[in-house]
């Protein structure tokens, strides 16, 4: 395969360990059975105890991308008589405008302009509202929001609060509780570090008491909720991925729980980005998540150039931004299984990179 030997710095897909990687190579097994529905309600009680989610919240198992489980969320939970607040601060809240859009969801996006939004009490007015729709980590942008005071403000205003937790689930703090969540979205290519094709959403059971009863087949939560109570989906799932999701979440308990596998993204994300001070980048957001460093190329440009070297010379793939960005901001991950060594390894090819340029 082309990325073997490769460094992988991309916000999904993301290095896997060795042991996602053999469970990926066997025989897919058949799934109607109790065998498979032990492994399906494994992966449950596990999400729904890494999340600290309030008793009776459920989980639903879509074989689809994470845009999937953004959209299915908006389908099952909001209606024409909702008024959703869509935190737009990127690519990504730009998605689930779009997505409120396409359902005729009466929504008002607010721009964040690069805060976090701990003032959001101050900022918006929560009684105009039913539901708040946030991407916890605007992977676009490295921007994590402040889920405290969200939540703090969607439960002062009783709103819904739906949280796309995609890029920050497994590096930072996500709790349902505390937080006041009733929506997590997940997928398994980012922070789970499994291959594409699995999106999780967690439902509060305040969330499944407001379930709409929808037109659709594929997405319908109620269906998921009814098969899942015996371990099962009502389609044929990606049995492979879910396999690896059990292993995965069976090995961060292991390795001393979602505290542990947290820290070691702090960990990795803070030496990377006190051992780079020295270099012309400028850290993009203030606020930057444990998963994600975005940087700035400080003479504003020079980004694609510097990317095509990492790859070419250092066989480091780091990620570039689209549109207008693309020349002057990249991305690095610190998700899945990235360590000290790779940033090391990376921190060494920055330094040849713009030695090189001032020759
Ligand atoms: C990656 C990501 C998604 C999902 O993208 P897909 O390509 O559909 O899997 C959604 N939200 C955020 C914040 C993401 O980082």
Avoid: W
Avoid at 113 to 135: F, P, R, W
Avoid at 289 to 296: D, E, H, K, M, P
């Amino acid at each position: 395969m082309i990325y073997e030997n490769y460094t992988i710095l991309t916000p999904g897909p993301v290095k896997m360990s060795d042991r996602t990687l053999t469970l990926g190579a066997k025989q897919v097994p058949y799934f109607r059975n109790q065998p498979f529905s032990d492994v399906v309600l494994g992966c449950e009680s596990l999400l729904l105890e890494m999340v600290n989610s309030p008793s009776g919240s459920r989980a639903v198992f879509l074989t689809a991308s994470g845009t999937a489980g953004m959209e299915s969320v908006v389908m099952n939970l909001l209606d024409s008589d909702d008024n959703a607040l869509v935190i737009n601060g990127g690519t990504f809240g730009q998605r689930f405008v779009h997505i409120c859009n396409q359902y005729d969801i009466p929504s008002k996006e607010i721009n964040p302009n690069k805060g976090n939004l701990s003032d959001i009490d101050q900022c918006v007015d929560g009684s105009k509202y039913s539901a708040c729709l946030v991407n916890a980590h605007e992977t676009s942008i490295g921007l994590l929001y402040d889920l405290e005071a969200i939540g703090k403000f969607c439960h002062k205003h009783n709103m819904l609060n739906i949280v796309d937790a995609i890029s920050m689930f497994t590096t930072d703090k996500l709790d349902m509780t505390t937080q006041f969540i009733d929506v997590v979205i997940m997928s398994s290519q980012k922070g789970l570090a499994l291959p594409p094709g699995l999106t999780v959403i967690i439902l509060s059971p305040n969330a499944i008491e407001k379930l709409n009863n929808i037109r659709g087949l594929y997405f319908n939560f109620k269906q998921y909720l009814k098969d899942g109570e015996r371990g099962q989906t009502p389609y044929t799932p990606a049995v492979s991925i879910i396999i690896q999701l059990y292993d995965r979440l069976t090995q961060i308990k292991e390795d001393g729980g979602i505290e542990q596998t947290i820290k070691n993204a702090f960990d990795c994300s803070f030496y990377f980005r006190d051992k780079i001070k020295h270099l012309p980048l400028s850290l993009n957001t203030d606020f930057p998540s444990n998963g994600l460093t975005a940087l700035t190329m400080n003479s504003n440009h020079g980004a694609k150039k510097l990317l095509s070297f990492l790859e070419e010379k250092y066989k480091i793939i780091a990620c570039p931004n689209g549109g207008e960005l693309s020349d002057i901001l990249f991305r690095v991950s610190h998700m899945g299984f990235v360590n000290k060594t790779d940033m090391e390894k990376l921190i060494e090819a920055l330094e040849d990179f713009f030695n090189s340029e001032s020759e």
